[in-house]
């Protein structure tokens, strides 16, 4: 009994820590962030701005590395992305470009 809920316990740990749940703009589809950028309200654009900045911040951080490119240039590179992809999530969009700036 001891090492099926032993079992069980690990599980549970295992399971919770591959889980990755993606909250607010990075989970909408692509085809929201072309919207917002070329045409939504002033809320809707920085919605999705201060998402992608914050999640580049938090990565170069975590990667100790800095992307070779400013906001505009990656905000650029998404736009492609998400118009070529407008399926996709936001969060698939950042990180082939995050990974194409490293």
């Given at each position: ?8 316990i690990l599980s549970l740990n295992l399971s919770q820590a591959e889980a990755q749940v ?64 407008p399926s996709e999530n936001v969060f698939t969009g950042v990180m082939a470009v995050y990974?194409?700036?490293?």
């Amino acid at each position: 009994m001891r090492i099926l809920i032993f079992g069980l316990i690990l599980s549970l740990n295992l399971s919770q820590a591959e889980a990755q749940v993606i909250y607010g703009p990075g989970n909408k589809p692509c085809s929201a962030l072309v919207k917002a950028w070329e045409g939504g309200s002033f809320f809707d654009k920085n919605f999705f701005d201060a998402w992608v900045t914050g999640f580049v911040g938090g990565a170069n951080w975590i990667s100790k590395k800095s992307i070779h490119a400013d906001e505009t240039v990656f905000g650029m590179a998404l736009l492609k992305f998400c118009k070529s992809n407008p399926s996709e999530n936001v969060f698939t969009g950042v990180m082939a470009v995050y990974k194409d700036f490293n």
